[in-house]
């Protein structure tokens, strides 16, 4: 019974895994890339460099921003600013306006939003406007939403993913029973028992990581995925049930009319922050700018808070005073959400354990890939005979090893085009920041195409240095298109710091690509049986008793 237990689990650990690891492994690629969404919409976005290089104060940030939205006059129904952060160096105006005549502006209405970028220090848009691109936001996005596809299906797609990846977590430790002891052990140059090696490290190198990331994926998107308590609970009002669990603020009274300008808003900042205890705002919403009702909601940053629910304060913003906050009483249940959420997001973290994430994640697509491979190396065994006699292999196998190469190979092409394209693509480009995304996926679907026309090594060592060749590209490529390349970040030392460091791990990781290219151009030499020759027998002399009968035989 236990073998056939263990037999099972294997089984079920090999197909959960197989059925989605090409997509699992964007998803999980993505999200390792999330963890730097800010460095990497900084080195997006080259004109706010500058603005990076100052040190401005949350409340100097905030008051230079509400002059900046005055500015704006009667047409401003609703602003948000985000304030700078140490990740994040820029403020980040967002206005909403009225709606034309006839339209009743709800939620379906498009182009009522506006954003500028300003420069913390003077309130003013920088000189340069930042170029239209998605940056660190589009693998965030890609990895729960997908793209190309309906948001609500795309979820439902990840979520099926990500359970499977779950269940062949759990499996893959029952199955492989020395797993453990095995991550000791790497035997280089063995084939298949090389790959399973490779395998074990890397699952069991960030083992309790890749269970909670994988758990708490789930955990965000838990209303959707199960919503049929609350559905019993409040009888399928769901309005009612994310106002009770998620209470909000009291709702803004209506626009006075009468123009009124703003209260102190560095005192008001200074009552919430006292107000925390700890912690400093991050986000302001501004209802109704200007006028005599107007209100000012505040939302902590999550600094090194693990949970992502932040309470708020809102001011009457004529008066400055406090009119109510939420989020300072919690129940255990938002709580264990909250902290569970806040863990798979990963803002919480300091720069080493950033870094740790990174990383973990990083053996994770090698447990994804090595395990996809493994199966492949598995299945060509079987074909050995069918391969030596002049065959061909199976259509199933040559699907899956054309998957393999685009998905490994090619995202690595995909996400270089991706960071290329931000350099290269005029700036001034008409929906730039989906043309972006558009090279993002033309390189990855370029790849899956040739892997598909021809999956031997060759083509593998093409794509790989390809992906190489693409990866250094963007450093060098950086060199002739902004000021903030590494002779001036890291040589001289007139740039941000985060710019310089994405521009290393791009020479690191096309460094890796390169050597990857170089192990898969050895052939592997087989050393043919060397046939021995048979040699003759000597004659063997016969014994010397015998010698003498025979002499006395003939002499009678």
């Not at 019974?1 to 689990?9: A, E, I, L, T, Y």
């Not at 993913?161 to 492989?176: E, P, R």
């Not at 035997?187 to 909670?212: E, I, Y």
Request: hydrophobic share 45%.
């Amino acid at each position: 019974m236990k073998d056939s237990f263990r037999q099972s689990m294997a089984w079920l650990h090999t197909w959960t895994g197989l059925l989605v690891c090409w997509l699992l492994l964007l998803i999980f690629a993505a999200g390792t890339a999330s963890y730097y969404r800010d460095e990497i919409t900084l080195w997006m976005q080259p004109e706010t460099h500058k603005a990076a290089a100052e040190q401005v104060s949350s409340a100097l940030a905030a008051e230079k921003a509400m002059a900046r939205l005055q500015e704006k006059g009667e047409q401003t129904t609703r602003a948000f600013i985000s304030l700078p952060t140490a990740r994040e160096p820029v403020t980040s105006l967002t206005w909403m306006t009225p709606p034309p005549p006839g339209e009743t502006g709800g939620r379906g209405r498009r182009g009522g939003f506006q954003s500028e970028t300003l420069d913390p220090a003077t309130g003013t848009p920088l000189e340069n406007k930042p170029r239209a691109t998605r940056g660190g936001d589009f693998f965030y996005r890609v990895h729960f939403d997908l793209h190309y596809i309906p948001v609500i299906t795309a979820r439902w797609i990840a979520g099926f993913c990500a359970m499977f990846m779950l269940v062949a977590i759990i499996t893959g430790v029952i199955t492989h029973k020395r797993i453990f002891k095995d991550f000791f052990t790497f035997r280089p140059k063995k084939g298949q028992r090389s790959w399973l090696d490779g395998h074990n490290a890397s699952a069991v190198l960030a083992l309790p990581f890749h269970l909670l990331i994988t758990y708490t994926g789930l955990i965000t998107l838990m209303f959707m995925y199960m919503p049929w308590g609350t559905d019993v609970a409040y009888e399928g009002d769901t309005n009612a049930f994310f106002a009770e669990v998620f209470p909000r603020s009291a709702a803004a009274p209506e626009a006075s009319g009468d123009r009124v300008p703003p209260s102190d808003i560095q005192a008001m900042i200074n009552t919430a922050e006292k107000h925390w205890g700890s912690g400093r705002v991050g986000r302001i919403t501004v209802e109704h700018p200007g006028d005599a009702n107007s209100t000012l909601l505040m939302t902590r940053y999550a600094d090194r808070d693990i949970s992502v629910n932040q309470p708020t304060a809102t001011f009457n913003a004529v008066s400055g005073e406090l009119l109510s906050t939420t989020g300072d009483e919690t129940t255990a249940a938002k709580d264990t959400r909250g902290v569970l959420y806040g863990f798979h997001l990963g803002r919480f973290a300091n720069p080493l354990l950033r870094a740790l994430f990174f990383l973990s994640g990083i053996a994770g697509c090698v447990m994804i890939a090595s395990g996809a491979l493994l199966w492949a190396v598995k299945s060509r065994q079987q074909y050995a005979k069918t391969l030596a006699n002049g065959g061909r292999i199976g259509f199933g196998l040559r699907l899956v090893e054309g998957l393999n190469m685009g998905a490994i190979a090619g995202l690595a092409m995909a996400f270089s085009a991706f960071f290329l394209a931000n350099r290269l693509l005029p700036v001034e480009l008409e929906n730039r920041a989906q043309m972006e995304i558009h090279c993002f996926f033309a390189a990855w679907g370029i790849s899956m195409l040739l892997a598909q026309i021809h999956t031997g090594r060759l083509m593998w060592r093409i794509q790989l240095w390809t992906g190489a060749a693409m990866f250094l590209a963007v450093p060098v490529v950086n060199v002739f298109t902004t000021n903030s390349h590494l002779g001036q970040t890291l040589l001289l030392g007139k740039g941000p710091l985060p710019v310089a460091a994405f521009d290393v791990v791009m020479i690191i990781f096309a460094a890796l690509w390169a050597y990857v290219a170089i192990w898969m151009g050895k052939k592997k030499v087989v050393k043919k049986p060397v046939r021995e020759r048979p040699v003759k027998a000597a004659p063997v002399a016969p014994p010397a008793a015998a010698t003498n009968a025979e002499s006395a035989q003939e002499a009678v």
